[in-house]
Nanobody, 124 residues
């Protein structure tokens, strides 16, 4: 199993970035894919998830209206479009895969697989 995140970088506040996470080695169409982030000195937190089977999405309150998660099952890739970025969005972003089928009403941290992170730095 591999989860390869990319797309991070340095952006000014108010700008946009799109993160990608290419997955392989499992039945992508049936799984939930999520993005988490960890800022320096802070705990890892959930950002957004999508059920690849039905397209249902879930967002942290802090990113609602600014971030959009999407998934391309043909490419086994999940995306996170981040707009109106703020300095508080600075963090290492991780993608994760979950096969548990738990209700998508909260973020879970017992994920099946985690990718290596990609750093997003937002300058003010």
């Amino acid at each position: 199993v591999q989860l390869q995140a990319s797309g991070g970088g340095l952006v000014q506040a108010g700008g946009s970035l799109r993160l990608s996470c290419a997955a392989s080695g499992f039945a992508f169409d049936d799984w939930r894919m999520c993005w988490y982030r960890q800022a320096p000195g802070k705990a890892r937190e959930g950002v957004s998830c999508i059920n690849n089977s039905d397209g249902v999405t879930y967002y942290a309150d802090s990113v609602k209206g600014r971030f959009t998660i999407s998934s391309d099952n043909a490419k086994n890739t999940v995306y996170l479009q981040m707009n109106s970025l703020k300095s508080d969005d600075t963090a290492v972003y991780y993608c994760a895969a979950d096969s548990s089928g738990r209700p998508l009403i909260q973020f879970y941290y017992g994920m099946d697989y985690w990718g290596k992170g990609t750093l997003v730095t937002v300058s003010s």
